[in-house]
């Protein structure tokens, strides 16, 4: 993330505008809700200036790659609660 941040980063912040864009080369797969984003956005930057410093962004970036991590291992568990003894000999 730190990579990324300080690809976009001018005085060592960036503006909101750029986050979504940021979040999709942290992960090009990665499931960004326009609405959400603009809701991470309000809550990490309070006083509505647009600035966001690192830890700023590394909040907003986190909630979305944790989420994306949680719907992918929700996932992953669910396609090995089926075992062999599930299947009737032929």
Sequence with gaps: MEKVFNAHERRGTIRAYQIGSML????????????????????????GVGNFDFDSFNRVAMHFLL????????????????????????
């Design 24 to 47: 999709r080369s942290l992960n090009p797969e990665l499931a960004v809700d326009p609405e959400e984003l603009k809701n991470q956005i309000t809550t990490n930057d309070p006083d």
């Design 67 to 90: 989420k994306q991590s949680r719907r992918e291992s929700d996932g992953f568990i669910c396609k090995h609660e089926i075992g062999l003894n599930d299947f009737p000999t032929l």
